[in-house]
């Protein structure tokens, strides 16, 4: 179906829309075959992923010195972004304002919906619309789950639709923080990732980190997923069926130590306790998901730890100190990617791998 067809047919209804599997909904967040609206990780193929890299590893050289800053800056000046999170954020809202201060793009934020018209009974969804009054493009990260789809689907219904970047929905997606995950194995690796293993540890059930990122894998050739947790929080059954359909190898186990012994990229993540209905994750005992500096000494000579923060006890700081420890790293390349995928739906990533 195309994206005529979707704005005059079934989208009419968004019940009906949100049903739809998500293939059949790509078309009407994409714009002349491109990303438009970047809600989900299965919108990224491997051709669209290199070109993103490509983009982040030229920007974040060009803009080295002044004169190369100066030149992203001016790249989108004549842009406004609306940062709308209204769930709690440390690195994906500063990773996406400097990005887009990057490249020149002017920024307004509401981050509490106790200082918005929301608190006067003004609907999420006339919230939103109402953003699209006064900018280009609305970043935002929401806890209803499907929301941040919905206002996609908003957006392109109405007369000024602004593309809509997901920066965590719910439990479901965080494409970009997979698209940044993406990159920082592609820039640990040197750009081989196929061929690798990667466990995926921790609150499986409820992170859509890992959700996101397991769905970029079959991008990837010959990919195999360890899944660590325990049993209350392993991986969802839709996403086991995306890798079955997909012939992406994985196992699911508690033993910690064999999983991350024959990893890759170790994947650490923290409980997702704010998702508790009644109170499940208080009963699980995790300290055995736990990586401790004994651990360095069981993976891989060339492994590399990630997480995409923040962290609890899942990862001892000491851990910091080792060569393998990429997260810190992993967070900063989120900034770059994210610019990059904002200069590519603004179609200026050819003006910045052009200045290279
Ligand atoms: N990784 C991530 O989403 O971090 P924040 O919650 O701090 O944005």
């Known amino acids: 179906m195309d994206r005529t067809s979707l704005m005059t047919g079934i989208e009419k209804n968004w019940e009906k829309f949100l049903s739809m599997p998500v293939?059949?909904?790509?078309?009407?967040?994409?714009?002349?075959?491109?990303?438009?609206?970047?809600?989900?990780?299965?919108?990224?193929?491997?051709?669209?992923l290199s070109h993103i890299f490509s983009v982040a590893d030229t920007l974040r050289t060009?803009?080295?010195?002044?004169?190369?800053?100066?030149?992203?800056?001016?790249?989108?000046?004549?842009?406004?972004?609306?940062?709308?999170?209204?769930?709690?954020?440390?690195?994906?809202?500063?990773?996406?304002?400097n990005a887009c201060h990057i490249l020149g793009i002017k920024t307004g934020e509401i981050r509490d919906t106790s200082t918005s018209s929301e608190l006067k009974g003004e609907t999420p969804e006339d919230t939103v619309r109402t953003f699209s009054s006064y900018v280009d493009m609305i970043i935002m990260r929401h806890p209803t789950p499907n929301f941040v789809e919905k206002t996609a689907w908003l957006m392109n219904r109405t007369n000024r639709p602004v593309p809509v970047i997901n920066g965590g929905s719910g439990k479901d997606q965080h494409p970009t923080q997979a698209l940044l995950d993406v990159y920082t194995l592609h820039k640990s690796f040197s750009g081989e990732i196929d061929n690798k293993t990667i466990a995926m540890v921790g609150d499986l059930k409820r992170g859509r980190t890992?959700?996101?990122l397991s769905y970029l894998m079959k991008n990837y050739k010959n990919i195999k997923l360890i899944f660590i947790s325990p049993k209350e929080f392993a991986m969802e059954k839709d996403i086991l069926d995306f890798l079955k359909k997909h012939n992406i190898p994985f196992y699911e186990t508690d033993n910690f130590r064999e999983g991350i012994a024959q990893a890759d990229a170790v994947y650490m993540t923290r409980i997702q306790d704010e998702h508790d209905k009644n109170k499940e994750s208080a009963g699980v005992d995790i300290s055995s998901f736990e990586f401790k500096t004994e651990h360095l000494n069981i993976i891989k000579k060339n492994a590399v730890i990630m997480h995409p923060l923040p962290r609890r006890s899942e990862i001892d700081p000491l851990v910091d100190e080792d060569p393998r420890a990429v997260y810190w790293r992993q967070e900063r390349n989120g900034m770059w990617a994210r610019a990059a995928l904002i200069s590519h739906i603004f179609s200026v990533d050819g003006q910045i791998l052009k200045h290279k």
Do not use: W
């Open 23 to 48: 293939s059949e909904k790509l078309p009407f967040f994409s714009r002349d075959s491109k990303i438009y609206d970047c809600l989900f990780a299965q919108q990224f193929d491997r051709a669209s």
């Open 62 to 97: 060009i803009t080295k010195n002044k004169e190369g800053m100066d030149f992203a800056g001016s790249l989108l000046s004549h842009k406004r972004a609306m940062l709308y999170f209204v769930q709690p954020s440390t690195r994906t809202f500063l990773s996406f304002l």
């Open 210 to 212: 890992v959700r996101s």
